[in-house]
């Protein structure tokens, strides 16, 4: 695995932006926001990314988590954060979840190969070893680092403090 790369994917380097700088400085208010148009708060898309690093990281324990029945599962209800408190619990979370992301890339070759066991007949279609599902959660983030700078664009709140690109 090109752990470089995959770190600069977790952290945003060259095109990506960096995952934690895009919250880290977004109070509970804005970061509980809906844009018009949009469908998720920037909390909410929080929120969503930490149920699948955390779900994906108990696969890779072993464990087998249930798969959601429906996508609406893996998001929040109502109103996300509904309080400071809970914005601070969310990007807590989000920066232990993706250091934990960050030192399984550092694996051992053998390591990354390994099967990572599905939960879901839908994974069992689609390649399954831990470099593999770290790789989908890396693209999995990113996309939704790009919402969350869009969100932030239609907030008036961007670039963030750690920096992103505003061209």
Not at 65 to 74: G, V, W
Not at 145 to 161: D, E, F, M, N, Y
């Amino acid at each position: 695995m090109q752990i470089r790369a995959y770190g600069e994917l977790l952290r945003g380097k060259g095109a990506h932006a960096d995952t934690l700088a895009c919250v880290e400085d977004l109070s509970a208010e804005l970061a509980s926001w809906r844009a018009a148009g949009f469908p998720h708060s920037v909390g909410a898309l929080v929120f969503h990314m930490n149920y699948w690093m955390d779900y994906e990281l108990r696969r890779i324990g072993g464990k087998k988590p249930a798969y959601p029945e429906h996508a609406e599962m893996s998001w929040p209800e109502g109103d996300c954060p509904a309080d400071a408190a809970e914005w601070d619990s969310l990007r807590d979370r989000l920066a232990e979840l993706l250091e934990e992301f960050a030192a399984l890339a550092k694996s051992k070759p053998e390591e990354l190969d390994r099967e990572i066991e599905s939960s879901y007949a839908g994974d069992r279609k689609v390649a399954g070893s831990l470099q593999d599902v770290l790789w989908q959660m890396a693209v999995h983030n990113s996309y939704h680092v790009g919402q969350i700078a869009l969100v932030r664009q239609a907030l008036g709140s961007w670039p963030p403090k750690g920096g992103g690109d505003s061209w």
